[in-house]
């Protein structure tokens, strides 16, 4: 979905809209899937990273630009438990319990014009 929106500045509102927003490359370099008794399912990534493509454009009272934008996440980790419980007809059911996601590195790169 797209972004849009307005922030407010000191020197007056910024309108703003995101769009065409994909996700290029994915990379797992480290992932472990485990059981935990009684519990359920421990999930653990590692040094993943992602690249993201996107148009973007701003406006104010001053000025306004557009362009592409490239944004690449490195170094993010994410631990999620789910939940594997049996509902009263005896399947299995599946909820995420908890989680927690960190990333280190953010780049973006803007190509635009004024």
């Known amino acids: 979905p797209d972004l849009r ?3 407010k500045f000191g020197l007056g509102n910024v309108k703003y809209n995101i769009s065409r927003i994909h996700v290029t490359a994915v990379e797992f370099p480290s992932a472990s899937i485990s ?3 009684g519990t359920g399912i ?3 990534i590692g040094n993943a990273s992602l690249t993201i493509d996107m148009n973007w454009n701003i406006r104010t009272w001053m ?3 557009s362009g592409r934008s ?3 996440i ?3 980790f994410v631990t999620a438990i789910f939940s594997t419980p049996l509902d009263n007809t005896g399947h ?4 995420l319990t908890s989680c927690r996601t960190t ?3 953010i780049d973006i790169k803007l190509n635009g014009k004024s």
Not at 92 to 95: F, M, R, Y
Request: proline residues 4%; charged residues 20%.
């Open 74 to 76: 490195s170094k993010v």
């Open 35 to 37: 059981l935990i008794p």
């Open 5 to 7: 929106g307005y922030e």
């Open 103 to 105: 990333s280190g590195d």
């Open 42 to 44: 421990k999930l653990v």
């Open 63 to 65: 000025f306004k630009n």
């Open 92 to 95: 299995t059911s599946i909820s």
């Open 70 to 72: 490239t944004v690449y």
